[in-house]
């Protein structure tokens, strides 16, 4: 498997997680109780139903709240210059 090619690196990322989700108090499943390895995603939706942003996790990282928030005030935007 080509991510376990130093398992130092591996060990080292595993504790940034655990670190970064200990301050923000969440308590994660990826060891003992569950899969933490299943990756998802988010997608945003227009008022039409058409997909305006999609972004698909990568392990490890957070999530890009910046284009989050872009892509939501387009939407809201867009949908108050139709409305007005």
């Not at 990826?30 to 008022?47: V, Y």
């Not at 999609?54 to 939501?72: G, V």
């Amino acid at each position: 498997v080509g991510f376990v090619k130093n398992p130092f690196k591996i060990m080292k990322r595993y504790r940034e997680i655990r670190k970064r989700l200990k301050k923000k108090g969440i308590e994660g499943n990826i060891i003992g109780k569950g899969e933490g390895m299943i990756l998802g995603g988010i997608m945003i939706f227009d008022r039409k139903g058409n997909i305006r942003y999609a972004h698909q996790e990568q392990f490890s990282r957070e999530l890009p709240m910046d284009e989050i928030r872009i892509a939501l005030r387009q939407i809201v935007d867009e949908g108050n210059k139709k409305s007005g």
